[in-house]
C-alpha cells in the first residue's frame, strides 16, 4: 500500500487531523489497531478552542445536543457546574474575560463518533485491526509495518503522522525524546458487584489517599504503589488491596464490569517532528487530565498540522511551514504540563498541601484569580509568536467566532464562511486594499467582504485554516506591507 500520508491511530486526535488533511486536499491512509472504538468514558469535554475549531467544520450542532445531558452529569459527579483546579470546583463561566467562548460537555466516544461520522462524510475510511509494529524512514518517505488479520502488511508514505495515544509506538520506533516527570500519583476505579462497601469511610481524603464511592463503583487515589506494568489492566484483587491500603477496610470484588486506572506522569516530546514523521495528541504529551485539557490540547495540535502537512505534502509550502508545527504547539503543551505538575502538587495528602489548597480555594473566590486559573486551563491566552512583527492584539491568537454583516445586508458567522477549511480574509467594505494587497493569492485564500460586528477595532482579519489571527486590522488604512508578509508566510503564491 502507498499513501501520500498515513495516520496512526482513529481516536479523536487521529480522526480530526486525517478530517483536516482530506479538506486540505490530500486523502490520508487511517489505520488503528482496535477492531472498533474503545467505549471508555475518559474525557467529559473539551475546551472552547476545540469548540470553535469543530464549529468552524460544521460540527457545532452535533456538539450543542450532549451538552445538557453533560452537564447534568458533571452536576451530579462533581456537585458543580463549574470547572475546577486541583479539584478546586470554583472556575466560574461566567467571571471569565470572554464568557460567551464556552466549552462544551459531551462524552469522549459520543465525540469519536461525531469526528468519525465527519470523516467518513469527507470520504476516508478508517483500517482497523491494523497495528503499526515497526517503522523506517529515509529521504524518500517512511514505511510501516503493520499487522493485519490478513497477516503482515508494507505501507510505505510520504509522511506519518502518529496519534496513537499516550504509549504511542510511532514515538517510540521513530526514536523521539519523551522526558518529562514520574508519576506522583495513582488513580483506580472499578465498576462492578463490590460487597463489604457499607464498613467504608465517607468518600473524601483518608490518611494514605483518598477514596470514592458510589453503588456499584468504587476509586481510590494513592501516591505510591504505582503499577509496575502499566498494560496490565486493574484486577478486581488490586483494587481491593488499594481500599484497604486507604481505608483499612477490606471489600470483595465479585465481578468486574469497568476499570480504569492512570497516574500523573507528565512527559513531552522534546521536537513534534523528526523527519517525516510526526507527533500529535497524546502521543506527543500525556499529563495527569486534571482541569480537562488533554483532549482540547491534541485536537488542537490536529487542526494546526492538519493544512501544513498537507500544504507540504503537495508542494504547495511556504519554506519553513511545516517546522511551525513545533514552534507554536510545543510551548502550548508545555504550559499544560507545567499547571498540570502544580495540581498535582496542591493534590497530595497532608497537612502543608492542605493549606495551600485552602489558600488557592481562597483565592480562586478573587475574580481576578478566577479569571486567572481560567485562562491557565482554557487556552484562550494562546498566542502563536509570528514570523513578522503584527502589531494588532488579535494577531497570533485564536480568533473568536466573529459576527459578520455583508455589503447584500446578509449575516454570517466566521465559522460558517469556514467550512471548506480554506484560509479567509474579512475585511470591511473601507478597506479594499487588502483585497488588492492579497490578489497574488486568490486561488489559495477566499475573501470577504464584510464589516465585523463585533470586536470593536477589528476591521479585517486574515485567518488561517486552523482559526489563527495571522493579521488583523482596525479602522484607518490597512497595514497592507504586514498583511503581505503574514501571507507570504503561511500561503503559496498562485
Ligand atoms: C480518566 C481520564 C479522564 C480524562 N478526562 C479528560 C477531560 O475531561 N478533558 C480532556 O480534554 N481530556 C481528558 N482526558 C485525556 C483524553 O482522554 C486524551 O487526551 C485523549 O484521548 C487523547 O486522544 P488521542 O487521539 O491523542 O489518543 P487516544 O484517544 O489514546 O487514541 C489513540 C488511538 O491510537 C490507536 N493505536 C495505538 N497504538 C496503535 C498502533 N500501534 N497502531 C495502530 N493504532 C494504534 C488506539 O487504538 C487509539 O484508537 C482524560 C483521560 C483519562 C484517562
Given at each position: 500500500?502507498?499513501?501520500?500520508?498515513?495516520?496512526?491511530?482513529?481516536?479523536p486526535?487521529?480522526?480530526?487531523?486525517?478530517?483536516?488533511?482530506?479538506?486540505?486536499?490530500?486523502?490520508?491512509?487511517?489505520?488503528?489497531?482496535?477492531?472498533?472504538?474503545?467505549?471508555?468514558?475518559?474525557?467529559r469535554?473539551?475546551?472552547p478552542?476545540?469548540?470553535?475549531?469543530?464549529?468552524?467544520?460544521?460540527?457545532g450542532?452535533?456538539?450543542a445536543?450532549?451538552?445538557?445531558q453533560?452537564l447534568?452529569?458533571?452536576?451530579?459527579?462533581?456537585?458543580?457546574e463549574?470547572?475546577?483546579?486541583?479539584?478546586?470546583?470554583?472556575?466560574?463561566?461566567d467571571?471569565?474575560?470572554e464568557?460567551?467562548?464556552?466549552?462544551?460537555?459531551?462524552?469522549?466516544?459520543?465525540?469519536e463518533?461525531?469526528?468519525?461520522e465527519?470523516?467518513?462524510?469527507?470520504?476516508?475510511?478508517v483500517l482497523?485491526?491494523?497495528?503499526?509494529?515497526?517503522?523506517?524512514?529515509?529521504?524518500?518517505?517512511?514505511?510501516?509495518?503493520?499487522?493485519?488479520p490478513?497477516?503482515e502488511?508494507?505501507?510505505?508514505?510520504?509522511y506519518?503522522?502518529?496519534c496513537d495515544g499516550?504509549?504511542?509506538?510511532?514515538?517510540?520506533?521513530?526514536g523521539?525524546d519523551?522526558?518529562g516527570t514520574?508519576?506522583?500519583?495513582?488513580?483506580?476505579?472499578?465498576?462492578?458487584?463490590i460487597s463489604?462497601?457499607?464498613?467504608?469511610?465517607a468518600p473524601?481524603?483518608?490518611?494514605?489517599?483518598?477514596v470514592?464511592?458510589?453503588?456499584?463503583?468504587?476509586?481510590?487515589?494513592?501516591?505510591?504503589g504505582?503499577?509496575?506494568?502499566?498494560?496490565?489492566?486493574?484486577?478486581?484483587?488490586?483494587?481491593?488491596?488499594?481500599?484497604?491500603r486507604?481505608?483499612g477496610?477490606?471489600?470483595?470484588?465479585t465481578a468486574?464490569?469497568d476499570?480504569?486506572?492512570f497516574?500523573?506522569?507528565?512527559?513531552q516530546?522534546?521536537?513534534?517532528r523528526l523527519?517525516?514523521?510526526?507527533?500529535?495528541?497524546?502521543?506527543?504529551?500525556?499529563?495527569?487530565?486534571?482541569g480537562?485539557q488533554?483532549?482540547?490540547?491534541?485536537?488542537?495540535?490536529a487542526?494546526?498540522?492538519?493544512?501544513?502537512?498537507?500544504?507540504?505534502v503537495?508542494?504547495?509550502?511556504?519554506?519553513g511551514?511545516?517546522?511551525?508545527?513545533t514552534?507554536?504547539?510545543?510551548?502550548v503543551?508545555?504550559?499544560?504540563?507545567h499547571?498540570t505538575?502544580?495540581?498535582?502538587?496542591?493534590?497530595?495528602?497532608g497537612a502543608?498541601?492542605?493549606a495551600m489548597?485552602?489558600?488557592?480555594s481562597?483565592?480562586?473566590d478573587?475574580?481576578?484569580?478566577?479569571?486567572?486559573f481560567g485562562?491557565?486551563?482554557?487556552g484562550?491566552?494562546?498566542?502563536y509568536d509570528l514570523?513578522?512583527?503584527?502589531?494588532?492584539p488579535?494577531?497570533?491568537?485564536?480568533?473568536?467566532?466573529?459576527?459578520?454583516?455583508?455589503?447584500?445586508g446578509?449575516?454570517?458567522?466566521?465559522?460558517?464562511?469556514?467550512?471548506s477549511g480554506?484560509?479567509?480574509?474579512?475585511?470591511?467594505?473601507?478597506q479594499?486594499?487588502t483585497?488588492?494587497?492579497?490578489?497574488?493569492?486568490?486561488?489559495?485564500?477566499?475573501?470577504?467582504?464584510?464589516?465585523?460586528?463585533?470586536?470593536?477595532?477589528?476591521t479585517?482579519?486574515?485567518?488561517?485554516?486552523?482559526?489563527?489571527?495571522?493579521?488583523?486590522s482596525?479602522?484607518?488604512p490597512?497595514?497592507?506591507?504586514?498583511l503581505?508578509?503574514?501571507?507570504?508566510?503561511?500561503?503559496?503564491?498562485?
Amino acid at each position: 500500500m502507498n499513501a501520500d500520508v498515513v495516520v496512526v491511530g482513529a481516536g479523536p486526535v487521529g480522526l480530526l487531523l486525517a478530517a483536516e488533511l482530506r479538506l486540505a486536499g490530500v486523502t490520508p491512509l487511517v489505520l488503528d489497531r482496535l477492531a472498533r472504538p474503545t467505549s471508555e468514558p475518559k474525557a467529559r469535554g473539551i475546551g472552547p478552542l476545540a469548540v470553535e475549531a469543530l464549529r468552524r467544520r460544521g460540527l457545532g450542532e452535533d456538539l450543542a445536543k450532549f451538552h445538557e445531558q453533560g452537564l447534568a452529569d458533571k452536576t451530579r459527579d462533581h456537585g458543580s457546574e463549574k470547572g475546577h483546579f486541583a479539584q478546586i470546583y470554583k472556575i466560574d463561566p461566567d467571571l471569565q474575560e470572554e464568557p460567551e467562548r464556552t466549552g462544551a460537555l459531551i462524552w469522549q466516544p459520543d465525540l469519536e463518533r461525531i469526528l468519525a461520522e465527519h470523516l467518513a462524510s469527507l470520504g476516508v475510511p478508517v483500517l482497523r485491526e491494523h497495528e503499526v509494529t515497526a517503522l523506517a524512514q529515509d529521504d524518500s518517505g517512511v514505511t510501516l509495518t503493520v499487522r493485519t488479520p490478513e497477516g503482515e502488511r508494507r505501507v510505505h508514505a510520504a509522511y506519518v503522522a502518529g496519534c496513537d495515544g499516550g504509549r504511542s509506538t510511532v514515538r517510540k520506533l521513530a526514536g523521539f525524546d519523551f522526558p518529562g516527570t514520574a508519576p506522583t500519583s495513582v488513580v483506580r476505579r472499578l465498576i462492578g458487584d463490590i460487597s463489604g462497601m457499607e464498613r467504608l469511610p465517607a468518600p473524601g481524603w483518608q490518611p494514605a489517599g483518598m477514596v470514592m464511592h458510589a453503588p456499584g463503583m468504587v476509586a481510590t487515589v494513592e501516591h505510591d504503589g504505582f503499577p509496575e506494568d502499566r498494560d496490565v489492566p486493574l484486577t478486581g484483587e488490586e483494587m481491593r488491596d488499594s481500599v484497604l491500603r486507604v481505608t483499612g477496610v477490606e471489600v470483595e470484588v465479585t465481578a468486574v464490569r469497568d476499570t480504569l486506572r492512570f497516574t500523573d506522569v507528565a512527559r513531552q516530546a522534546t521536537t513534534y517532528r523528526l523527519g517525516r514523521v510526526l507527533l500529535a495528541g497524546d502521543a506527543a504529551h500525556v499529563h495527569s487530565p486534571n482541569g480537562g485539557q488533554g483532549l482540547n490540547l491534541g485536537l488542537m495540535d490536529a487542526v494546526n498540522l492538519g493544512w501544513k502537512l498537507a500544504a507540504t505534502v503537495t508542494g504547495r509550502a511556504p519554506d519553513g511551514l511545516l517546522d511551525t508545527y513545533t514552534a507554536e504547539r510545543h510551548p502550548v503543551g508545555a504550559a499544560v504540563l507545567h499547571n498540570t505538575r502544580a495540581q498535582s502538587a496542591l493534590l497530595r495528602p497532608g497537612a502543608h498541601e492542605a493549606a495551600m489548597r485552602d489558600i488557592v480555594s481562597d483565592l480562586l473566590d478573587l475574580p481576578e484569580a478566577n479569571r486567572y486559573f481560567g485562562r491557565l486551563l482554557n487556552g484562550l491566552g494562546t498566542r502563536y509568536d509570528l514570523p513578522y512583527p503584527a502589531a494588532h492584539p488579535l494577531a497570533g491568537r485564536p480568533c473568536p467566532d466573529l459576527r459578520l454583516t455583508l455589503p447584500s445586508g446578509g449575516t454570517r458567522t466566521l465559522a460558517e464562511l469556514a467550512a471548506s477549511g480554506r484560509p479567509l480574509l474579512v475585511h470591511a467594505p473601507s478597506q479594499p486594499e487588502t483585497a488588492q494587497a492579497a490578489a497574488a493569492w486568490r486561488d489559495a485564500l477566499d475573501v470577504v467582504e464584510a464589516t465585523i460586528e463585533d470586536r470593536d477595532g477589528l476591521t479585517a482579519a486574515f485567518v488561517r485554516p486552523d482559526g489563527t489571527v495571522a493579521w488583523a486590522s482596525g479602522p484607518g488604512p490597512a497595514d497592507t506591507t504586514t498583511l503581505t508578509a503574514a501571507l507570504h508566510a503561511w500561503l503559496p503564491l498562485a
